[in-house]
């Protein structure tokens, strides 16, 4: 699925579009963000075991924080951990002197739960190592940093089927602009936008508000 579309998105934002693609939509095409405690708590989490580092041990390399990309998904981001083992059948992955076998781990905060968007992030990176050194990666797994607990992942044609059509949609959302409208679930709940989202409006109540929003901005830049 070549893409014409020269701009690439951010790799976690397939996960947002997977949570709700609406959501995407008021982050990307809006630049709305509110912090809530869930995304705090992530954030800050995240913030004390993001650092870009390798670690080497023996056979096993760790790299963290390590860039990605796709061409044929439109995507760049970031992997939290590989870990490259050796493998002379593996592939080559700078600065990693030796062939190595990857293996892609995400870190997410909380406690261990299943989740269907986070597993699609995972993938998404390995699709991106697999482009970038012609490599293949049946496996990946995510760590939950509360329960200090990894769920293997496995990195089967429908995942990456996910990945695929989800790509699609998040380029669809970005080159139309456009805001999905709402579909109330229980996931509005967790949700950091909802005060701003409105999900439990009536369509014609909020195009209203919308409309006023857009007027206010535009006396802004008067
Ligand atoms: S409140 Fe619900 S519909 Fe609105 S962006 Fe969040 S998840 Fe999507």
């Known amino acids: 699925m070549p893409l014409n579309d020269p701009e690439y998105l951010p790799l976690s934002y397939l996960s947002q579009t997977g949570y709700c693609p609406r959501r995407v939509g ?96 995972l993938c998404a990176q390995a699709m991106c190592l697999e482009e970038m050194y012609r490599t293949a990666i049946p496996e990946g797994a995510i760590f939950y940093l509360s329960s200090h607990r990894r769920q293997t992942v496995l990195l089967d044609e429908p995942l990456r089927r996910l990945v695929r059509e989800t790509a699609k949609e998040l380029h669809r959302i970005r080159e139309t602009l456009s805001v999905p409208s709402a579909d109330y679930s229980q996931k509005c709940r967790r949700c950091s936008l909802l005060e701003y989202c409105l999900p439990g409006v009536r369509q014609s109540a909020r195009a209203y508000c919308e409309q006023l929003a857009q007027e206010a901005k535009e006396m802004e830049t008067i």
Not at 65 to 89: H, N
Not at 90 to 98: E, K, L, N
């Open 26 to 121: 008021l982050l990307l095409n809006e630049r709305i963000w509110v912090e809530n405690a869930d995304t705090a708590k992530g954030r800050k989490e995240h913030e004390s075991v993001h650092t870009q580092r390798i670690e080497r041990r023996g056979s096993q390399v760790k790299l963290f924080e390590y860039a990605v990309f796709s061409d044929t998904l439109g995507i760049c981001g970031k992997c939290d951990l590989i870990e490259a083992q050796a493998d002379p059948s593996g592939c080559r992955i700078p600065p990693v002197d030796f062939p190595v076998r990857l293996y892609p781990v995400e870190y997410k905060h909380g406690k261990l739960r299943d989740e269907q968007e986070y597993k699609m992030q």
